[in-house]
């Protein structure tokens, strides 16, 4: 099974910017980082954890959710095994743990997603 590690968060204030960086590894003989869709989660206090956006690194296809449109962008590098979420003006509502994980390669939803990194806290102040 994949491993992911996210890294990045910190605390920043309202309007401020944000790289997070998810390494994946330990991947199957014969699979390479384009055999997964990688996606971004995130659990705010006290609320349940979910999906904001998602990418193919087969295709570059992404999606993201519209809380976060506009503002955020997800990206692959697959030769450094690396799926980056760049995230400007950033709000306070912002604020929770960022986690990546790793699915197949054409996900139907947040629920395949099923490989699990720790995650990385952002905080945003106001």
């Known amino acids: 099974e994949v491993q992911l590690q996210a890294s990045g968060g910190g605390l920043v204030q309202a309007g401020g910017s944000l790289t997070l960086s998810c390494a994946v590894s330990?991947?199957?003989?014969?699979?390479?980082?384009?055999?997964?869709?990688i996606a971004w989660f995130r659990q705010a206090p006290g609320k349940e954890r979910k999906g904001i956006s998602m990418?193919?690194?087969?295709?570059?296809?992404?999606y993201l959710e519209d809380s976060v449109k506009g503002r955020f962008t997800i990206s692959g590098d697959n030769a450094k095994n690396a799926v980056y979420l760049q995230m400007n003006s950033l709000k306070p509502d912002d604020t929770a743990i960022y986690y990546c994980?790793?699915?197949?390669?054409?996900?139907?939803?947040?629920?395949?997603?099923?490989?699990w990194g720790r995650g990385t806290q952002v905080t945003v102040s106001s």
């Open positions: 994980a790793a699915g197949g390669k054409q996900p139907r939803g947040w629920s395949d997603f099923t490989s």
């Open positions: 990418i193919s690194t087969e295709d570059g296809s992404t």
């Open positions: 330990g991947f199957a003989s014969g699979f390479t980082l384009d055999d997964y869709a």
